[in-house]
C-alpha cells in the first residue's frame, strides 16, 4: 500500500508561470512532509519542508500548503524557470519527522522556454 | 546548507566483489543515516537505518548479512554489499540528518553500482 503517492507523473509549464505539484498521503501519523528535487545520477536535494501544526511555509519562489483534512501538500514554484526542470519527490515522517521517510513515485516536471 | 558526501560516485566489478560505499557528513552530526536503493524510473526505497554506535535497522525483505552497514562515528557510515552480483546492481542513495526534530534529510549524490 503506497503511503505517499503522486499521481502526475510528469508536468510541462511555460516558463514565468506556475507549478502546481500535488501528493497525497494516507497514514495519519505523519506529522512532518518535504519536497526534494532530483536531477539523473544525483541525489535528491531538500527544497522545503513543513510540520503538521502550520499549513503553509514559504521559501523564495517555492511555497507549500498542507491541507491535514484532505491528506494533501502541493509545492508551488512561481516563477518557474528552465533550471526547475527535474523530478520532483514528495515525503513524509512522523514522530516530528524522527521516522524514515516514504517517499512518494516522483513528478518530473519540464518547464519550458 | 549541509552536505552529505558519498563516494564513490560509480562502480564497476565482477560479481563476487564485495563493494564499500562511504557516506559522510561534512558540515554536521548525523545522528541517524540512512541508506536508499532506487530502480530505474521507481522511488527511493529504503534499506536500513543507522544510529551512530549501533546496529543498522534493516527494513524488510533486506539481507543484513549481504548489506553490511557500520556507522561508526557522527559523520561517518558505510556500506558493504558483500559478493556483489548481477542482481545487486543499482542506485545507492545515502542520507543523513541530525538529532533535532523536524529537521530534513540530506542526501549524497548516489553510487550507481554495476555488476558484470
Known amino acids: 500500500d503506497q503511503q505517499v503517492k503522486q499521481n502526475s507523473p510528469s508536468l510541462s509549464v511555460q516558463e514565468g508561470r506556475i507549478s502546481i505539484l500535488n501528493c497525497d498521503y494516507t497514514?495519519?501519523?505523519?506529522?512532518?512532509f518535504l519536497w526534494y528535487k532530483k536531477y539523473p545520477a544525483e541525489g535528491p536535494t531538500f527544497l522545503i519542508s513543513?510540520?503538521?501544526?502550520?499549513d503553509k511555509n514559504e521559501d523564495g519562489r517555492f511555497t507549500v500548503f498542507l491541507n491535514k483534512s484532505a491528506k494533501h501538500l502541493s509545492l508551488h514554484i512561481v516563477p518557474s524557470q528552465p533550471g526547475d526542470s527535474a523530478v520532483y519527490f514528495c515525503a513524509a515522517s512522523a514522530n516530528s519527522g524522527n521516522t524514515p521517510l516514504v517517499f512518494g513515485k516522483g513528478t518530473r516536471l519540464s518547464v519550458i522556454a | 546548507g549541509a552536505v552529505v558526501s558519498q563516494h564513490p560516485s560509480r562502480v564497476i566489478c565482477k560479481s563476487g566483489t564485495s563493494v564499500k560505499i562511504e557516506c559522510r557528513s561534512l558540515d554536521f552530526q548525523a545522528t541517524t543515516m540512512f541508506w536508499y536503493r532506487q530502480f530505474p524510473k521507481q522511488s527511493l526505497m529504503l534499506m536500513a537505518t543507522?544510529?551512530?554506535?549501533?546496529?543498522?535497522?534493516?527494513e524488510q525483505g533486506v539481507e543484513k548479512d549481504k548489506f553490511l552497514i557500520n556507522h561508526a562515528s557522527l559523520t561517518l557510515s558505510t556500506l558493504t554489499v558483500t559478493s556483489a552480483h548481477p542482481e545487486d546492481s543499482s542506485f545507492y542513495i545515502c542520507s543523513a540528518r541530525g538529532g533535532v526534530s523536524n529537521q530534513p534529510q540530506h542526501f549524497g549524490d548516489g553510487t550507481r553500482l554495476s555488476i558484470l
Open positions: 497514514n495519519s501519523m505523519f506529522d512532518y
Open positions: 513543513i510540520s503538521s501544526i502550520k
Open positions: 543507522s544510529n551512530e554506535g549501533s546496529k543498522a535497522t534493516y
